[in-house]
Structures are given as C-alpha cells and as structure tokens.
C-alpha cells in the first residue's frame, strides 16, 4: 500500500513538474499599493503626451502620499507642468527632484521657464539645491561602479551577450530544444558569466552593508543602473532568497521600482525553468492571452505594478521589432529606477 502511494506521488510530480519559484514579499502597505497605482497612471499618460491627465494624476500622487518617492517621478512631471505652463508647480517638483538626487542633463536645454518670475527664482536657487544634492555624493563608490563597466565589458558584449539573450530567449519558449548542442555551447559561456557576475555582486553587497542602497542621493543615476544591472545578474541567488529583504526594502524606500523588482523574481524563476509570476518584461510572452495574464496582474497589484499591457498588432504594424526605440515605446517599463 504504501508502495503505491509513493508511486502514485512520484508519478504526480513527474506529470505537473515540481519547481522552485523564487522568493517575493507582497507588499501590506496600501498607502504604497495606491501610490504606484496613480504615479504609473500618470507616468503612462505623460509618455503618450496626455499631459494634462498626467499632471492631474502627479499631483494627486505626490499630494496624498507620506512615503518616499523617486526623484525621477518629480522631474517627469515638473517637465509634464513645464509643458501644460503650470511654471510654479513644475518648479517646485523639480526642487525635489534635484534636492532628492536627479541630475538635470546640462548638454540639453531641458528647463525653460517663461514666466519672468519663476525664470528668476530658477535661477536663484538652482545653485542651492544641487549643492544640497552634492552633500550626501559618495563620489568613491560612484566611480567604483563606473570601474565594473569596465571590468565586465568582455562578458556584456559580443559573443557572451549573443549567448545569454539566444538562452534567455530560448528559455521563454517551451518549444525550445534545450539539448541541442547549439544550446549547450552558449549556455556554457552563460555560466561563465554567472561566475563572473556572482564575484561584482557579492563586491557590491558589500559596499551596500557599508553604504546602503545606491540611490540617488548617494550616487548617480547612472551608477544606480549599474547597481541594478549587476543585482538583476547576480543569478547565482536562484531563489531570491539573499536579495529579497534588502529589495523589498529599497522597494518600500522608493530606491527601486515594482518593475525591477518584478524583472529580478522573473529572471531567477526563468533559470530555474520554472513560470514567471508578473510577466515582466512581458516581451517574449506577448502571444499570451488575458486570461493567462490574470493571475500574473493579480501578483503584479500585490508589490504595486500596474497590470500587463499588450500592443494590439494594428499598432506596431509596419514597425521594426528589433528597434530598441520600438522594443521601448511598446514593451519597455513605465519606470527607469
């Protein structure tokens, strides 16, 4: 009998596969939940050039909300005000912005105020506000992680990122033969780079036990996407299990965004060929209906992600699929932190 039933057991998980998802954390905060539920709003209409239900949403976002907020939400809708000719309020945002630790691009002219008055405080306190910026720089471990750019170059370019984007993309398809030699040979060089990328992450956990989370007030905004960049790599923690609490941290500090967090929980589940659980980026997953997708954007509303968005094919019809600005305007995240 109790042969049996082990077969039975044995046989059962044989036929539904048994994986290993990755570690999330939900997020209770429903202050946080209504938030990102209004700022992605916002953010989405910005991006389509709705502007004056974006700047409504911004305002409605930043206004009832206590917790923290990235600079990158203030400066796209002090730019969304600046466009509408709400100059005062644009000028507030974009003191919080630069005073939070967005770095206003000076190779363009990106603020242009023209009403005299709010021309002039502009230009009276720009001088104060980055200088209040600047205090809180660790310039060291921003040229730190400026310097693994240029240690890692041999595995982000060339044949090691030909392999790793054939596997991953070969992992999101199910029809995919993973025991073709084709397969095996670039898989070995992503395994090369997992050791790699294991070796600048585990420098990195380092720093952030000494410094914190890299975010803006820290380092720059590029610098911050080298963080993330190596932390989304570091693939060795299969199960999210040592980057989980310190990421639902950031999540909650504003230092990170529901999408990052969602790509990390889906990048670990898709080396562990196990099912994604948000779908992010959907790219790769398109096909899918919204029916497949419900239980995904019920997980999605749990950390603060808005629900999955597919382009209907009338819109991209006659567009190039492999142009990154393509990929970006259609697929691309609503957040870049």
């Known amino acids: 009998m109790i ?6 057991v044995a046989l059962l998980a044989i036929g539904k596969r048994v994986y290993s998802q990755a570690k999330y954390t939900p997020v209770s905060s429903a202050d946080f939940l209504t938030f990102h539920e209004t700022v992605s709003g916002a953010e ?3 991006k389509h050039d709705s502007l004056l239900q974006a700047y409504a949403k911004y305002d409605i976002a930043f206004n009832n909300y206590q917790g923290a907020i990235n600079p990158t939400h203030y400066f796209k809708a002090a730019m969304c005000a600046q466009r509408i000719k709400e100059e005062y309020k644009a000028l507030g945002w974009l003191e919080k912005a630069i005073t939070n630790g967005y770095d206003i691009d ?3 002219e990106v603020i242009v105020f023209n009403n005299q008055n709010t021309k002039k405080e502009y230009r009276a306190n720009k001088g104060q506000w980055e200088k209040a910026k600047e205090a809180g720089r660790n310039y060291e471990w921003e040229g730190q992680l400026y310097a693994t750019v240029d240690a890692s170059k041999k595995y982000n ?3 090691y990122k030909a392999a790793t984007d054939y596997c991953v993309a070969c992992l999101k ?10 397969y095996t040979s670039k898989y070995r060089l992503v395994k090369e780079k997992m050791k790699v990328d294991s070796i600048t992450a585990a420098a990195l ?3 952030i036990q000494k410094y914190g989370f890299p975010n803006m007030k820290v380092v720059d905004k590029g610098a911050c996407d080298i963080a993330r960049n190596i932390l989304l790599n570091y693939d060795y923690d299969k199960r999210n299990e040592r980057l989980n609490d310190m990421l639902s941290k950031a999540l909650m500090n504003g230092e990170i965004s529901p999408s990052f967090y969602a790509q990390v929980v889906d990048r670990r589940n898709l080396f562990n060929g196990a099912p994604p659980e948000f779908y992010e980026p959907v790219l790769g997953y398109e096909k899918l209906t919204p029916k497949e997708f419900a239980p995904a954007n019920l997980r999605r509303k749990s950390i603060g992600l808005y629900p999955i968005m597919v382009p209907k094919p009338t819109e991209l019809k006659g567009l190039n699929l492999s142009d990154p600005n393509v990929i970006n305007k259609y697929y691309g995240s609503l957040y870049d932190y």
Do not use: D, I
Not at 3 to 8: G, H, I, Q, V
């Open 205 to 207: 956990l380092a720093n």
């Open 157 to 159: 370019t060339g044949t």
């Open 173 to 182: 398809n199910p029809k995919c033969n993973k025991t073709l030699p084709e």
């Open 44 to 46: 989405r209409m910005y």
């Open 3 to 8: 042969s049996k039933t082990l077969l039975f």
């Open 106 to 108: 000076t190779t363009k």
